[in-house]
Every structure is written in structure tokens, then in C-alpha cells.
């Protein structure tokens, strides 16, 4: 699986951006994806993930309410909606996608095989 994120760029606290990772490979539909955040000189974090089928999904505690994962497997693309967003979310971010069985989503990095080149989101206040 290749993937390409887009979408990022920079915004006021309180504003919005949709970040986009669209896949090439018959794999898709068989991954899960996960998006992940890493500010310079940090360790990159889990941010949010979506389950093959798109009925499972996950947050991070920092994102919970403000941010919505989904995807679309006939257009092999996963999309992060991110509302309200803060200072504190300016990140490179990256999606990633993992080969899985039924349901199963992981939330940690070493877990995924397959990254993007990431899309930065800068948020000034």
C-alpha cells in the first residue's frame, strides 16, 4: 500500500482543516489506518484510527470530540475532520495503514507497515 496525505496547512485556533490520505494497492480495504502527529524533537503519537470496514474507530484522548475519522474504501481514501483546532495540535502529520483481520486496530506506531510522506498543520492562536 502507497500512501499520500494532504490537506494540512495553517490556521487560527477555533478553525478547521480535513486531512486526506489517499491509498494506491489492492490492500485498502483490507487495512486499517491510522493517523499519527510528531512536532519536531517528539516522539511521533497516535492521533486517531479507523478499522478496515470503517465501523471501528479510535482517539486519542487529546482529540476526542473535536477530531472524526472515516474512510471511504470505493474511493480508497481516509479522511481526519479536525475541528476546534488548537496551538497544541501544529504537527507534521502522517497516515499509515496496517494489513488486518476482521476488526482489529492497532494504536501504536510499531504497529503499522506502510506511512505516508505527511502533511504539515500549523495552528496559531
Known amino acids: 500500500v502507497q500512501l499520500q496525505a494532504s490537506g494540512g496547512g495553517s490556521v487560527q485556533a477555533g478553525e478547521s482543516l480535513r486531512l486526506s490520505c489517499a491509498a494506491s494497492g489492492r490492500s485498502f480495504s483490507r487495512s486499517s489506518i491510522g493517523w499519527f502527529r510528531q512536532d519536531p524533537g517528539k516522539e511521533r503519537e497516535f492521533v486517531a484510527a479507523?478499522?478496515?470496514?470503517?465501523?471501528?474507530?479510535y482517539y486519542a484522548d487529546s482529540v476526542k470530540g473535536r477530531f472524526t475519522i472515516s474512510r471511504d474504501n470505493t474511493k480508497s481514501t481516509v479522511f481526519l475532520q479536525m475541528n476546534n483546532l488548537k496551538p497544541e495540535d501544529t504537527a507534521i502529520y502522517y497516515c499509515?495503514?496496517?494489513?488486518?483481520?476482521?476488526?482489529?486496530?492497532?494504536?501504536?506506531?510499531?504497529?503499522?507497515?506502510?506511512w505516508g510522506q505527511g502533511t504539515l498543520v500549523t495552528v496559531s492562536s
Open positions: 479507523v478499522s478496515r470496514g470503517g465501523s471501528g474507530t
Open positions: 499509515a495503514a496496517k494489513s488486518t483481520i476482521l476488526t482489529y486496530t492497532p494504536t501504536t506506531k510499531d504497529a503499522y507497515d506502510y
